[in-house]
Nanobody, 123 residues
Framework: QVQLVESGGGLVQAGGSLRLSCAAS????????MAWFRQAPGKEREFAAA???????YYADAVKGRFTISRDNAKNTVYLQMNSLKPEDTAVYYC?????????????????WGQGIQVTVSS
């Protein structure tokens, strides 16, 4: 069983930056795909970014060039650096882990989820 705990959310003005962190329990963190999803009010949860076990990364088009996902396997932590934030980035952000080291952007591929953390971008 893996537990995921997000931190770092909050309120920021448009154009600003935030960094989210997700601390994971367990001893096989480096083998997991780690990802961030987000869910805006009234919308479905959507993929934002993922880090594969080989540290390759990929992003949704909506965040590409603005967000950066990274991981520190020694600390069992994954990060999401969010720059040039827009009001449409407002959402609850979820950390997710998949036992497959090269999982994709579908929610069904992920085995563990954090409780979510609010990010609000004001205009």
């Amino acid at each position: 069983q893996v537990q995921l705990v997000e931190s770092g959310g909050g309120l920021v003005q448009a154009g600003g930056s935030l960094r989210l962190s997700c601390a994971a329990s367990g001893r096989t963190f480096s083998r997991y795909t780690m990802a961030w999803f987000r869910q805006a009010p009234g919308k479905e949860r959507e993929f934002a970014a993922a880090s594969w076990s080989d540290r390759s990364t990929y992003y949704a088009d909506a965040v590409k060039g603005r967000f950066t996902i990274s991981r520190d396997n020694a600390k069992n932590t994954v990060y999401l650096q969010m720059n040039s934030l827009k009001p449409e980035d407002t959402a609850v952000y979820y950390c997710a882990a998949a036992q497959g080291g090269f999982s994709g952007r579908s929610r069904s591929e992920y085995d563990y989820w954090g409780q979510g953390i609010q990010v609000t971008v004001s205009s």
